[in-house]
């Protein structure tokens, strides 16, 4: 996996290819990368990209308590569950609370006992698998954006070697 030029972050996604210059590199083995920290776009010379680069953002392994509950109407109950991987755009939650797909809920995400748990305003339920629930972030301050990238950047996945 290359590292971001810019910043020198190992957490860097492929991306599809722009214009008629990078799908002629695209014979050299040559590919666009994109870091999800500073979102630098970069070549490198390496194997082919693929046609389907996935999700934006590559999850990491975390295990971190969870409390969330609906971002709109009335009921303010907190249910719990644990965070299982966690990126920039989404996250993996694993709950007994049974969520319809679709849903928006505020997510709470308690990261040490003594700070204050890192707030997401409004998240979306893209899939429900059994107990997991696959989550895309849709609204959170740049404050707790801030945070969510030091989180990520201090796991061993996300640091350079």
């Known amino acids: 996996m ?23 590199l695209a014979w050299l083995m040559i590919g666009p990368y994109r870091c999800q920290f500073c979102s630098h776009r970069f070549l490198v010379i390496f194997g082919r990209i693929s046609f389907s680069p996935g999700r934006e953002h590559k999850r990491i392994s975390a295990r ?3 409390y969330f509950r609906p971002a709109f109407g009335q009921d303010q109950v907190l249910a719990s569950g644990t965070l ?3 990126s920039l755009g989404g996250c993996t939650i694993e709950t007994a609370v049974p969520v319809p797909k679709a849903s928006c809920l505020c ?12 707030q997401i305003d409004n ?5 429900v698998n059994g ?31």
């Open 84 to 86: 299982r991987d966690l």
């Open 107 to 118: 997510l709470q995400v308690q990261v040490t006992e003594q700070g204050p748990p890192i």
């Open 2 to 24: 290359p590292y971001c030029p810019l910043c020198g972050i190992a957490l860097v996604k492929k991306v599809p290819r722009c214009g008629l210059r990078e799908n002629l």
């Open 123 to 127: 998240a979306r339920v893209r899939t």
């Open 64 to 66: 971190y308590p969870v």
């Open 131 to 161: 107990k997991r629930l696959g989550l895309e972030f849709l609204s959170i301050t740049p404050d707790e954006e801030d945070r969510l990238r030091r989180l990520i950047l201090a796991m061993p996945q996300g640091r350079p070697s």
